[in-house]
């Protein structure tokens, strides 16, 4: 590291006169006391109290719709609380000009869960971006500073690249580089690793730890990943109902006997990745000497090119009625793109895509809108209909797709609430209920239109331990009581290896394990074991 890098040395580019903050335990450089926050009605933040003690990581954890996220804008200034007190870097943001509080961000920066970079930018612009549009120095002074950054953190050679030529674990390194380049005392990271794979979280997990390291900067950190929380934490506080119910040390955390703590580490453990195990998960069927059903799909030699981009290499997939399969692998290893073959949005560059006994790959659009007809799919976030109730909701597919009359509609709607166990809120908006309803809501829409095989498409990214294992039973019960064949594609092993019948993990294009839970974690390939088990906690 030059010594133009050294961290007794650095100073904030944006406020290239103001003295860092000492690093003293007893300074925190955030503090909130009493902090109350209410949406309307909605009580986010009761009484809340924290401190961010200087050159240390605190990572925030609870459950989905805790008040992290308004939390986190608390501590940045973007919002007021209600009442209680917010201390920036020594300074009550209540008693600080608007002028002030601009000069106390400039302390600070936040990694956005999505990114946030500018898709028209380079890479190297995208990290410059700060400097370059708020300061006087010129693009000469800025683009050494970008280089090492991108030295640094892994990205040498992609200074030109625009982010939609990166993976999702790059963009993430991009997103740091442009939150570390002014040299900032505080970083604030909201759900850092989210939709990312168990080891591209690991590595990203690395470069947070190595931006500690090299720069000693403060981080707060929002997150559901228990093993991220393991390798990131100096200190971990737990969220529940707009407090702060522990803090501590990751040891301290472990060992915290609150219930609500102890039932967050229930739903997070990972016991059934341990090697060596043979005990069947729940949900998968015992194998016998009886044939094996036809294949309801199957993949032959299927390859798939996108310019020179070879993204599909010869993948081989059966997929057996009434069972779940799940699809694991890395971001970009192939699996939206085997679903998207699968539900004829693309046509293979060679290769056969056997759905219901048919190739659909030379088919037409009449024939495969019948083909898709027989399809449901779950969206990431349910994708529902802001302006339409529960039951509008659902009903929509119905009604702008079929002839059913209106009564039979009703009664068909009432009925699958009713199975789904959302009949309670059947007249709310999208916006009055919670994620987990919401799911149920997006698969009751996709369930009414009796479908052959469901399609999960990270059907847990973004969601806490406990809400994992909810959703997780979702698919579980449906697959019982509605007789079809699941299609999951996953990044959470945890849940993967609880749900499934089938495992098909994908490594840049090609299957490199496939078969029962319990065959694909006794697969020897060092990637598949490294892959499984990048994610285990204790």
């Known amino acids: ?23 003293d335990e007893d300074k925190p450089v955030i503090e909130l006391i009493d902090v109350h926050k209410a949406f309307g009605a909605n009580t986010v933040l009761s009484g809340l109290s924290l401190k961010i003690r200087p050159g240390k990581s605190t990572v925030i954890v609870g459950r989905s719709g805790s008040g992290k996220s308004v939390l986190l804008k608390i501590m940045m200034g973007l919002l ?38 500018l898709d028209s ?15 006087k120095m010129r693009r000469k002074e800025v683009m050494p500073l970008v280089a090492e950054l991108l030295d640094v953190l892994g990205l040498a050679g992609f200074g030109k690249s625009l982010p939609a030529a990166l993976s999702g674990g790059m963009r993430k390194r991009v997103s740091l580089a442009r939150a570390l380049i002014a ?47 393991k390798r990131l934490a100096d200190r971990v506080a737990f969220l529940h109902e707009g407090r702060i119910i522990s803090e501590g040390t990751y040891e301290e955390f472990l060992q915290c006997d609150l219930p609500e703590v102890q039932a967050f580490h229930e739903g997070a453990r990972t016991s059934r990745l341990v090697r060596g195990a043979c005990t069947s998960p729940e949900g998968e069927q015992e194998r016998s000497g ?21 993204v599909l290499k010869g993948v081989n997939l059966k997929i057996r009625p009434g069972q779940i399969t799940v699809l694991i692998g890395g971001s970009g290893s192939g699996k939206s793109v085997i679903v998207k ?81 959302i009949a309670d809120v059947r007249d709310s908006l999208p916006g009055e209920i919670s994620e987990g309803q919401k799911k149920r809501v997006g698969l009751a829409r996709a369930i009414i239109m009796k479908p052959e095989i469901m399609i999960y498409d990270e059907p847990t990214t973004g969601q806490d331990p406990l809400r994992t294992r909810d959703v997780d039973d979702m698919i579980h019960k449906t697959q019982e009581d ?29 299957i490199a394990a496939y078969g029962s839970p319990d065959e694909v974690r006794a697969a020897k390939d060092a990637y598949v074991q490294k892959f499984i088990y990048a994610g285990e906690v204790d």
């Open 183 to 229: 040299n900032p005392e505080i970083v604030l990271f909201d759900e850092p690793t989210t939709g990312l794979d168990p080891v591209m979280i690991e590595k990203v997990d690395e470069m947070i730890v190595l931006a500690k390291r090299t720069y000693q900067i403060t981080s707060a950190i929002i997150s559901h990943d228990v093993a991220s929380t």
């Open 341 to 421: 073959h699968i539900m004829g949005l693309l046509k293979p560059t060679c290769g056969e895509v056997r759905v219901f006994g048919t190739d659909i790959a030379p088919m037409g659009t009449r024939a495969l809108d019948e083909v898709r007809s027989r399809f449901g799919l779950l969206f990431q976030h349910a994708a529902l209909l802001d302006w339409l109730t529960v039951a509008g909701n659902v009903a929509f597919p119905l009604e702008e797709r079929t002839k059913t009359p209106k009564m039979e509609i009703r009664e068909q709607v009432e009925h699958i609430l009713e199975r789904l166990q």
């Open 80 to 117: 007021r609380p209600d009442s209680g007190k917010v201390i920036l870097f020594g300074r009550d943001v209540s008693d600080v000009s608007a002028v002030e509080l601009i000069e106390l961000r400039k302390r600070m920066s936040m990694l956005f869960q999505n990114y946030a970079l």
């Open 121 to 135: 930018l380079s890479v190297e612009d995208n990290i410059g971006f700060t400097l370059l549009e708020n300061t």
């Open 290 to 310: 009886e044939e094996e059903p036809a294949p309801i799909v199957e993949l032959v030699n299927l390859h798939k090119t996108f310019g020179d981009h070879h």
């Open 482 to 510: 509605f007789d079809i064949t699941s299609i999951v594609i996953s990044h959470d092993m945890a849940s993967t290896f609880r749900i499934a019948d089938t495992v098909a993990l994908l490594n840049q294009g090609e």
């Open 1 to 23: 590291m030059s010594a133009s890098i050294q961290p007794a040395q650095r100073q904030n580019l944006l406020l290239p006169n103001s003295e860092r903050w000492p690093l």
